[in-house]
């Protein structure tokens, strides 16, 4: 009798765990093709982008044209892939698309000039998803050119719940009309006060605004009862960086504030926040010169101390952290009334 060696098999044996790891693998996909359709558009709606939505088609003929019905549509920018490109991908799946309701839509470019028909097309995708009656809408364009114009029909709508903007021009004619719209987030933006007061009558139901490296505005009057939140990240005027900026911020009902990164001004005051009850403050002064800019530091942040003497909780970044423990080597007493601030490594937003 011949004796085998040992290994001999071991080609036949991977074969079939192969052939039988495929066999499990095609059970799984058929156990989740199985699924109905709205848990499958739950599933392909949790993917990154749509294009990982439309990859989905080849797992079986079921999934093929599933991702038309999908209500998040997200489109990035990355890579190497030209304008163009990107912006024939974005028609072609727009025109397969079956949705009669969007919940999200999201663009992100990394051009934002220099092309043929680049505004009518971003205005074309912003037509499409407002006559999808989209809530979640997020146009992102690069910040370095704040050039991209919204159109009117943008500033009425009544499906919005959060709108997130970056590098797009504000020019409405008339009022604002975001009757449902909840969370704002602007960024690179220029604002003035009739703006922004514009865009706080306007939506009535707003909660959470935030404001990226938005400038143009001295004064940030915040007199509404429905914003609760308040988020204040970077300050850099572009179109006049030379003079010394000084922002005052009068909010009477908000109830959470949030002021984080380089603020290339002078000085930033809080008027009324009586109704405060968290702040977060992570900032750094940049404008002022450095014989003056620890005077200045210190007496900015002693003021939001005494000012946030009622806040029941208190958190301060590591700028902030540097300047308080340079208040204290000069004598500065910490309210006995107020709890100490918790100090955190990271920013919040």
Request: net charge positive.
């Amino acid at each position: 009798m011949e004796t085998v060696e040992e290994g001999q098999n071991q080609p036949k044996i991977r074969r079939k765990l192969r052939k039988s790891e495929k066999i499990v693998v095609k059970g799984e996909l058929d156990r989740i093709s199985a699924l109905p359709d709205c848990l499958l558009l739950e599933i392909l709606s949790r993917l990154p982008t749509t294009k990982d939505s439309i990859r989905t088609g080849t797992l079986s003929k079921r999934w093929n044209h599933l991702w038309t019905l999908v209500p998040n549509l997200t489109f990035i920018h990355g890579g190497r892939q030209t304008w163009p490109d990107f912006a024939l991908c974005v028609d072609k799946t727009l025109n397969q698309c079956r949705q009669l309701k969007l919940k999200k839509f999201h663009v992100c470019s990394r051009y934002s000039r220099g092309f043929v028909g680049f505004e009518s097309r971003i205005n074309n995708w912003i037509r499409y998803a407002l006559r999808c009656n989209v809530e979640e809408f997020n146009l992102t364009l690069p910040k370095e050119k704040q050039t991209f114009l919204l159109d009117q029909f943008f500033f009425i709508n009544t499906c919005f719940t959060d709108l997130k903007l970056q590098a797009c021009v504000f020019t409405p004619i008339g009022a604002i009309s975001w009757k449902n719209l909840r969370s704002l987030c602007i960024s690179f933006g220029k604002l003035n006060e009739d703006l922004i007061e514009n865009i706080l009558s306007g939506s009535p139901l707003l909660e959470t605004l935030e404001l990226k490296f938005c400038y143009g505005f001295k004064k940030m009057d915040i007199t509404s009862k429905s914003v609760k939140k308040l988020v204040l990240f970077g300050y850099l005027d572009v179109d006049n960086a030379i003079d010394a900026h000084i922002i005052e911020v009068n909010a009477p009902n908000i109830l959470s504030l949030t002021i984080e990164g380089d603020l290339w001004l002078w000085k930033l005051l809080l008027l009324n926040v009586s109704s405060l009850i968290e702040v977060y403050l992570n900032y750094d002064i940049l404008f002022t010169w450095d014989m003056t800019r620890q005077e200045t530091e210190d007496e900015m942040f002693k003021g939001f101390i005494l000012k946030l003497r009622h806040v029941k909780e208190l958190k301060i970044g590591v700028f902030c952290s540097l300047v308080l423990s340079r208040l204290q080597t000069k004598g500065f007493i910490f309210p006995p009334n107020m709890k100490f601030p918790v100090v955190t490594d990271s920013y919040q937003h």
